[in-house]
């Protein structure tokens, strides 16, 4: 089991950026892969990036380039570098763990982010 905390959501002008972070404690840390993802006002949540537990990373088609994950296993901490930030990008960004035999994933309570003038 794990327990999962994001931080460092804000408001942030086109163009700025910001580091998300998720701090997790309760479990293993390096034996779950994990994932940032999003959910815009009216919108499906839907998948920003993940990080295996090996420390290879994947991203959606509309963030690749502008954001980077990253995990440091000492810290049981995951990172999500957000840069170029775009007013799409708005959205409550919601830290997620998974791990191979576990009937459900985890999930943070979500930091707001908002990208605007």
């Known amino acids: 089991q794990v327990q999962l905390v994001e931080s460092g959501g804000g408001l942030v002008q086109p163009g700025g950026s910001l580091r998300l972070s998720c701090a997790a404690s309760g479990s293993i840390f390096s034996s779950y892969a994990m994932g940032w993802y999003r959910q815009a006002p009216g919108k499906q949540r839907e998948l920003v990036a993940v990080i295996s537990s090996g420390g290879i990373g994947n991203y959606a088609d509309s963030v690749k380039g502008r954001f980077t994950i990253s995990r440091d296993n000492a810290k049981n901490t995951v990172y999500l570098q957000l840069n170029s930030l775009q007013p799409e990008d708005t959205a409550v960004y919601y830290c997620?763990?998974?791990?191979?035999?576990?009937?459900?994933?985890?999930w943070g309570q979500g930091t707001q982010v908002t990208v605007s003038s």
């Open positions: 997620n763990a998974r791990r191979v035999g576990d009937q459900f994933p985890y």
